[in-house]
């Protein structure tokens, strides 16, 4: 029971504490982007590279394989207007280091909270209660996706985050690795749809 | 930062940096004495250990776990390495009633105000901070807090709390050279 619990709390973690979200993990083919969505292409690097043995995820009985969601992979909350939040109903979960092919709704032109986890364990503390601990790696943000009007697929950029022992990003770059980018988007995808270059762009506080 | 509940283990974890580790040794000169205060006046429990994670170690979950009392919580035997206060508790509520142990989150999303950098053995400061707390809205919420920063102790008034401490503790009357150190810094200030 303890263990269903546990694992009650990683769900609502990613579910944001009510509505169950859309977590966009990769798009195969180009079927799988509706008209009112548009396929990213991007890729997240972490500088130093993030070791297999520095994230760590307990929940106990993981029935649903929630772990695929934290280890290797980003957690990028999407929304429409440029505002913090730590949930939304719409999540990208790309890979690290590898260039992702992720869809997100046309609408959701902000990444209003994006993370790494590095370390995620749930433990029951009474019979009704369980506690959670984890440690995030945070991305800078709010960030814009530069969806334009008949956008079928925009190309992202690299985002390179350098960080400290603390987890701590201390610097962030936007890269332009379009040309590596669109080949492997052309291989994956074929010839017929244009991958329009929309490097991501931090929006500056008012 | 969310207030947590504690499990019964956190005893144990708690005894984990006093007597279930290996003692510090008296005459090893590589480490460090590390202090605080964290003023719990308006917490609902007091303070009885405080949890210093280190980072940057090839894997991680290592941390020390620092004595309490009044506030005031140090450790005398620090290795070089990155630190940052992770998490700290005690006991709360009414004997016989809801008396129970509390166990309080200081923030693990990156650096928090407490990350300290150990190069070479000395005397560190954590700082002082007051619990505040953020009731939540309505039943359902739940309180929220946070450690702010505070002035008052100021590290003078922390640290000669500190060695009356070492001064008065018999079972640290052996770390002659962390008490110097204190001693040095409070003259200094």
Not at chain 1, 8 to 20: H, K, S, W
Not at chain 1, 84 to 113: A, G, I, S
Request: glycine fraction near 8%.
């Amino acid at each position: 029971m303890r263990a269903l619990v546990a694992y009650a709390v990683a769900a609502a973690l990613l579910a944001g504490g009510c509505a169950q979200p859309t977590v966009s993990e990769g798009v195969g083919s180009l079927g799988e982007v509706p008209g009112d969505s548009v396929l990213l292409v991007g890729r997240i690097e972490i500088v130093p590279r993030i070791k297999p043995e520095e994230q760590t995820f307990k929940v106990g009985w993981d029935a649903f394989n929630a772990r695929r969601h934290y280890i290797g992979r980003a957690l990028l909350f999407t929304a429409e207007e440029p505002k913090y939040r730590d949930y939304t109903d719409h999540v990208l979960n790309p890979p690290l280091e590898e260039t992702f092919f992720v869809r997100v709704p046309r609408k959701h032109r902000y990444m209003v909270k994006g993370s790494v986890t590095m370390s995620f364990q749930t433990r029951a503390v009474s019979r009704r209660q369980v506690a959670t601990e984890q440690v995030e790696l945070l991305f800078p943000v709010p960030v814009e996706l530069d969806i334009r009007p008949g956008d079928r697929a925009i190309y992202l950029g690299t985002l390179r985050l350098h960080r400290d022992e603390f987890h701590e990003v201390t610097k962030a770059q936007i890269l332009d690795h379009y040309a590596s980018a669109a080949a492997e988007f052309k291989g994956k995808f074929g010839a017929g749809t244009t991958l329009r270059k929309a490097l991501l762009k931090p929006v500056r506080a008012k | 930062m969310k207030l947590g509940w504690l499990l019964p283990a956190v005893a144990a974890f708690a005894l984990a940096g006093c007597a279930g580790a290996p003692k510090v040794d008296s005459r090893d000169e590589t480490v460090s004495l590390v202090y605080g205060y964290f003023d719990m006046k308006h917490a609902p429990s007091t303070l009885e250990w405080v949890s210093l994670r280190k980072y940057g170690t090839p894997k991680e979950g290592e941390w020390y776990s620092l004595a309490a009392k009044d506030g005031l919580f140090f450790h005398i035997g620090v290795e070089p390495g990155s630190y940052q206060v992770d998490k700290f508790g005690g006991t709360g509520g009414i004997p016989l009633l809801t008396r129970r142990p509390f166990e309080y989150d200081f923030g693990a999303k990156g650096r928090n105000r407490t990350a300290l950098r150990i190069a070479k053995p000395g005397l560190y400061f954590l700082g002082t901070y007051r619990y505040v707390n953020h009731a939540g809205k309505g039943l359902l919420e739940a309180d929220k807090f946070e450690m702010q920063p505070s002035k008052s102790p100021g590290e003078k008034d922390v640290l000669q709390r500190l060695v009356k401490e070492l001064e008065s503790d018999k079972s640290l009357s052996a770390y002659t050279r962390q008490l110097q150190l204190a001693k040095k810094r409070l003259a200094e200030l």
